[in-house]
């Protein structure tokens, strides 16, 4: 995908996050600011194609989005995602025997790559995986020999020849139906799904473990990591993400809340425990203070597309690993690095602890990531540009150009900056998501989902 | 903006004065850090330690334990059990839960408001 550049002419929109220009496309979602505790949004995911857009909530619903697809040689080609289906995936459960109360909210939703008619997707809270298996259905048969078309038997007295059925077109309609539950392999809350690239098996991480399944197979699952101590008082890490390479089905990796990444190769060992690659920054000590650790903890960690990167996501940043090299990222992005001086605060209102995913663009060149007041911000690897954008009713006219956003650090506020203090904590922008081919983007808010476009598509 | 990562240091590092005198100039988070001490003296030394992780872990935990049980079977002894449902916070201590008292979580049967 070409960013604004069409072939020949070499136009360029000069603007933030390079060569694109955001505009806005749509959003969905109540416009009330009481927000319902069911409606926050949990999780984001694009499929393979980017022809449908998966959203989980705290409610455990999953609502899917389909991109109508316009006439790609229209100037202003302008894709909707409309909603294709909805169900609930996931209901409140109370473990009696563990006196543990367990959310319906959707953590994560992974798509699997598409085999046949039907989309599957696995989707998870805390601890049951689903696969949900999402089919169409467009016709519907007619001329029952013994029923009536609203189902009622015929009187048998009044059948007097044989008739073929028929299927007759009908309106689409959209069905979920969960094909496989994975449950009670997890004793710790469930953070991250990953569907492997040879699409026969999936990893489930939780805290302390990280479990392998057989899609097809729900009564099995084999413990790959486990970095439980025998005294858990000992205890001085979590794992906090893990994801499968790509491309190559026997290596994955998962992240820690003590800000390293752990590569394991599944050929080594059935257990990996040992790890094939260490990632880690080195620190140093005179720079240690009491929040360093919890904001050096990794709430994502994302392979590149191409399979030669991963990003990770801490608190104030955004990190490039090459894996190849373990002592240290080779790009490094500040998200919010005025937040540093109010780390107090956000120790106090426990924003300290907010988990912010990050996502790749398609050609992997560009990556996002949310932020406090509705912001997001986008850096482009190759052009070393930034950019912060704002997620908004006020800029939600049709195609209106997002306009850069700027936070104000020092004394002097300029017009249209907006000052640290005023941020409001309570916008946070934790899941974005972006089309696996086109710059289209998907952001949300609380409890809206924001969908955005370049302006040369 | 990005930085490529020629060195270790990081952005709020300032380098020679604090090895000669570590009060001169502080860096922004441990000026936080001094902030927080201030208003939680009793706060311990191991943040990212066992007691925040287990209470991570322990999430969704409603219920202590046995004991917490024999506490509230003894201060009920001559109480009668409340007949309303009562909160959630107030379940544990003085009351013995069973089933029927906990809060029925019933799953929200309205539609998603992204679908709508």
């Known amino acids: 995908m070409q960013c604004g550049i069409s072939a020949g002419k070499g136009i360029q929109l000069e603007g933030p996050g390079g060569d694109m220009q955001w505009c806005f496309s749509q959003v969905k979602g109540a416009i009330d600011d009481d927000v319902a505790e069911a409606d926050i949004i949990s999780t984001v995911e694009f499929n393979h194609t980017g022809e449908l857009l998966a959203t989980g909530d705290k409610g455990g619903r999953v609502v899917i989005f389909q991109q109508e697809v316009e006439n790609k040689n229209l100037p202003q080609f302008r894709s909707e995602y409309n909603v294709y289906s909805t169900f609930q995936s996931h209901e409140p459960e109370f473990d009696y025997l563990k006196s543990l109360e367990i959310e319906e909210k959707i953590n994560k939703i992974r798509w699997l790559p598409q085999k046949n008619a039907a989309q599957f997707l696995l989707s998870t809270n805390d601890k049951t995986i689903k696969l949900w298996k999402i089919s169409e259905r467009d016709k519907r048969p007619e001329g029952y020999n013994l029923k009536e078309e609203d189902g009622r038997y015929r009187d048998r007295n009044t059948i007097t020849a044989l008739r073929v059925p028929v299927l007759i077109p009908m309106d689409l309609m959209v069905e979920a139906s969960p094909r496989r539950v994975f449950a009670n392999a997890h004793t710790y809350h469930i953070n991250s799904v990953s569907v492997n690239s040879d699409n026969e098996t999936y990893l489930s991480a939780d805290d302390l473990r990280v479990n392998l399944w057989n899609l097809e197979i729900t009564d099995r699952s084999f413990n790959i990591v486990d970095i439980k101590p025998a005294n858990m008082e000992e205890l001085t890490e979590v794992i906090t993400a893990a994801e499968f390479h790509p491309h190559q089905c026997n290596t994955f990796v998962y992240s820690s809340s003590k800000g390293t990444i752990r590569l394991c190769d599944m050929r080594v060992s059935a257990l990996c425990d040992k790890h094939s690659k260490l990632f880690e920054e080195p620190e140093n000590p005179s720079n240690r203070s009491f929040f360093s650790e919890i904001i050096s903890s990794i709430s994502d960690v994302k392979f590149s597309h191409n399979g030669r990167y991963m990003m990770t996501r801490d608190y104030l940043s955004v990190k490039i690993w090459d894996l190849n090299m373990e002592n240290r990222p080779v790009e490094t992005y500040q998200v919010h690095e005025y937040l540093r001086s109010k780390l107090c605060s956000l120790y106090e209102n426990d924003c300290i602890f907010d988990k912010f995913e990050c996502c790749w663009n398609g050609n992997d060149s560009v990556v996002m990531t949310g932020s406090y007041n509705n912001f997001f911000r986008m850096f482009d690897r190759g052009q070393r540009r930034d950019a912060t954008l704002e997620a908004s009713r006020e800029n939600s006219k049709p195609l209106q150009v997002l306009k850069p956003r700027k936070v104000c650090t020092g004394g002097k506020r300029k017009k249209d900056e907006i000052s640290v203090d005023s941020l409001d904590f309570n916008k946070k922008i934790l899941h974005t998501a972006w089309h696996p081919q086109d710059n289209i983007i998907a952001v949300a808010t609380i409890n809206n989902l924001y969908i955005f476009q370049d302006k040369v598509n | ?116």
């Open chain 2, 1 to 116: 903006m990005s930085e490529d990562n020629d060195e270790t240091q990081t952005a709020e590092e300032t380098p020679v004065e604090e090895t000669e005198s570590q009060d001169k100039v502080i860096s922004p988070e441990k000026a936080e850090e001094a902030k927080l001490k201030a208003r939680y003296p009793n706060l311990g030394h191991k943040p990212g330690g066992s007691d925040l992780l287990r209470k991570r872990l322990q999430k969704g935990q409603k219920y202590f334990d046995s004991g917490d049980y024999n506490m509230a079977k003894a201060k009920t002894k001559n109480k009668q059990l409340p007949t309303a449902a009562p909160e959630k916070t107030e379940i544990t201590g003085d009351h013995i839960p069973t089933p029927q008292d906990l809060p029925q979580r019933k799953p929200s049967l309205v539609a998603s408001k992204l679908a709508g």
